[in-house]
């Protein structure tokens, strides 16, 4: 199985935080079978190993495997497996989606389907473009994408993501009752959160983001990306989103439809629309 060199540095770069602060190992495995096992915390231990499996949105991407990772304490596998899905996870998520987009596009062409499947042969990418380190600062911490196919959306929000360097990536879906305030959100720091379907964000939700954003943020607070399979036009006329929401959505938007299909070609339609021009202060 492949890894991109942009994968490979980022696994050596955990393989070290996990050596340096638990004296442990890793290994990244995409086929354990894991299913049948239990564990606190979604952290599994089996014989003297410690498994963590990998997951977003129910989509399996792999299980990381600390070797004799039993022999730490409860609290040291939590922290372990917390580091290694927030390092993990957006990657192999990527990874994920671009498979599902391939396999669309594919069968939308071929008679007969021939998917690709997760296995150690088709588990193949193209080599990233690295990022370059002076990157301009985001025009907003909010930033909405909207097309016709959620996986092209998601896979937009890991780029972007990827784009601004920042540490961890998560449905906001998943922190649940985390977030109860505009002070919740800016305390997780330099992390994006995606919102899927910003639709299905009940009034609290809307109204916390509102708050967050009428504020001038920075680098170090989190990227909110919402989702939509709606049009603009169908944005604005919704009864669902608070009138005050859909004009901040409205100003940061990007209808993925018409972008290119090309990760390179999307990287730069990116930084155009979301990017500051170089130069300015």
């Not at 990244?28 to 231990?45: F, Q, S």
């Not at 993925?256 to 930084?271: F, N, Q, S």
Request: some cysteine.
């Amino acid at each position: 199985m492949q890894n991109s060199p942009q994968q490979d540095q980022t696994i050596e770069k955990l393989k070290q935080l996990l050596s340096n602060r638990f004296g442990k190992g890793l290994e990244l495995r995409r086929l354990a079978d894991v299913n049948h096992l239990t564990g606190d915390g979604g952290v599994i231990v089996r014989e003297r190993d410690l498994y963590i499996p990998l997951k977003i949105e129910n989509a399996y991407l792999g299980t990381a495997v600390i070797p004799k990772g039993a022999d730490l304490s409860p609290e040291s596998h939590l922290q372990i497996a917390q580091v290694v899905r927030m390092v993990l996870e957006p990657s192999l998520y990527k990874d994920y989606l671009e498979r599902a987009e391939h396999n669309l596009r594919f069968t939308e062409k071929a008679p007969t389907p021939a998917l690709h499947l997760l296995d150690e042969d088709s588990f193949e990418i193209e080599d990233e473009e690295p990022i370059s380190p002076d990157l301009p600062k985001l025009v907003s911490n909010l930033v909405h994408l909207h097309g016709h196919d959620a996986h092209r959306i998601k896979k937009a929000a890991l780029l972007l993501h990827e784009m601004t360097g920042r540490w961890a990536f998560a449905p906001l879906i998943d922190l649940g009752e985390q977030i109860s305030s505009s002070e919740d959100l800016i305390k997780l720091g330099a992390m994006t959160l995606f919102i899927e379907d910003i639709e299905t964000l009940d009034e609290k939700c809307q109204q916390i983001i509102l708050e967050y954003v009428s504020s001038p943020r920075s680098s170090q607070d989190p990227l909110l990306v919402t989702g939509s399979l709606k049009g603009s036009h169908e944005i604005s006329e919704s009864s669902q989103i608070l009138s005050d929401l859909k004009d901040e959505l409205l100003v940061n938007t990007l209808e993925l439809d018409r972008a290119p299909l090309t990760e390179k070609g999307l990287k730069e339609v990116l930084t155009l629309m979301f990017f500051e021009a170089k130069g300015e202060a």
